[in-house]
């Protein structure tokens, strides 16, 4: 069983930046596809970037390509999202998950954390 944690949320001014990590246990995510979701109050959670099981491929939901960053290190066992410029509209429950495909294809994820409030002030 992959249990994961996120952190590094929190309260930040429009144009800050905050870095969240999602850290995995009981199993390695060196195979497995990692993801980053969000959902703001009222909305649809939506899938905001993945990234495949070496880290040499990503994706980005066109809201936040070119300001957030999505990376990883196997041997921690972790995942980052780097976000910059943020933007009252950032503001959600960010989530991360894993896939065990590997891939880009079609994110479907087997396991999800429980999720890091982000808030943006304008």
């Known amino acids: 069983q992959l249990h994961l944690v996120e952190s590094g949320g929190g309260l930040v001014q429009a144009g800050g930046s905050l870095r969240l990590s999602c850290a995995a246990s009981g199993r390695t995510i060196s195979t497995y596809a990692m993801g980053w979701f969000r959902q703001a109050p009222g909305k649809e959670r939506e899938l905001v970037a993945t990234?495949?099981?070496?880290?040499?491929?990503?994706y980005y939901a066109d809201s936040v390509k070119g300001r957030f960053t999505f990376s990883r290190d196997n041997s921690k066992n972790t995942a980052y999202l780097q976000m910059n410029s943020l933007k009252p509209e950032d503001t959600a429950v960010y989530y991360c998950?894993?896939?065990?495909?590997?891939?880009?294809?079609?994110?479907?994820?087997?396991?999800w954390g429980q999720g890091t409030q982000v808030t943006v002030s304008s």
């Open positions: 998950a894993a896939d065990p495909s590997g891939g880009l294809g079609y994110f479907n994820p087997d396991y």
């Open positions: 990234i495949n099981w070496s880290g040499g491929s990503t």
